[in-house]
T-cell receptor, first 114, second 112 residues
Framework: GAVVSQHPSRVICKSGTSVKIECRSL??????MFWYRQFPKQSLMLMAT?????????EQGVEKDKFLINHASLTLSTLTVTSAHPEDSSFYIC??????????FGSGTRLTVV | GQQLNQSPQSMFIQEGEDVSMNCTSS?????WLWYKQDPGEGPVLLIA?????ELTSNGRLTAQFGITRKDSFLNISASIPSDVGIYFC????????????FGKGTKLTVNP
């Protein structure tokens, strides 16, 4: 149980375009979802926390207009990288909280902006 | 953002050896989690700890929630080649929000 599906696993886009990444909890309702960014050989850095039906809470230094998060239902959260630039290339990972103490991660999305 | 102090950063061991890694924090945690991440994948939960002093095993893996609530260790016994990967500790602050804080990871290499 507690499976999180993240899609797509890899995406290449042109500079200036937008990319949407989906995160779905398949067999549970996620009260909270989290979006992380991971640079090569580094740890996970939290970008934002989202709760269903409310605005996401962004970490300091994360541009909310650049990284749009929508948590429309208890099973789906999306991250849209708007007007992507090469420096946005990274590994993005979502996580869903299924109890007060349970966290399951998606398999990640490798974004390459060319 | 704040991170945990995780050590060692990397380990090179022979197959069959035991491994130990740990995380410390200056703040009190109410949850400690240990994850393994393979290249190009998301972290996979290995062990979750919720009480100070708790000692939990998952096969060849054993982890403990420190009595002070500021540290945790993960042991891997009789390592095998598929143990290769990056191990992360993660914690949730006592009285804090739901978000997790991550260590910088321990990269494990197992030589056959």
């Amino acid at each position: 149980g507690a499976v999180v599906s993240q899609h797509p696993s890899r995406v290449i886009c042109k500079s200036g375009t937008s990319v949407k990444i989906e995160c779905r909890s398949l067999d549970f309702q996620a009260t909270t979802m989290f979006w992380y960014r991971q640079f090569p050989k580094q740890s996970l850095m939290l970008m934002a926390t989202s709760n269903e039906g409310s605005k996401a809470t962004y970490e300091q230094g994360v541009e909310k207009d650049k990284f749009l998060i929508n948590h429309a239902s208890l099973t789906l959260s999306t991250l849209t990288v708007t007007s992507a630039h090469p420096e946005d290339s990274s590994f993005y990972i979502c996580s869903a909280s299924w109890t007060s103490y349970g966290y399951t991660f998606g398999s990640g999305t490798r974004l390459t902006v060319v | 953002g704040q991170q945990l102090n995780q050590s060692p950063q990397s380990m090179f061991i022979q197959e069959g050896e035991d491994v130990s890694m740990n995380c410390t924090s200056s703040s009190i945690f109410n949850t400690w989690l240990w994850y393994k991440q393979d290249p190009g994948e998301g972290p996979v939960l290995l062990i979750a700890l919720y009480k100070a002093g708790e000692l939990t095993s998952n096969g060849r893996l054993t982890a403990q929630f420190g009595i002070t609530r500021k540290d945790s260790f993960l042991n891997i016994s009789a390592s095998i080649p598929s143990d290769v990967g990056i191990y992360f500790c993660a914690g949730r602050f006592q009285g804090g929000s739901e978000k997790l804080v991550f260590g910088k990871g321990t990269k494990l290499t197992v030589n056959p």
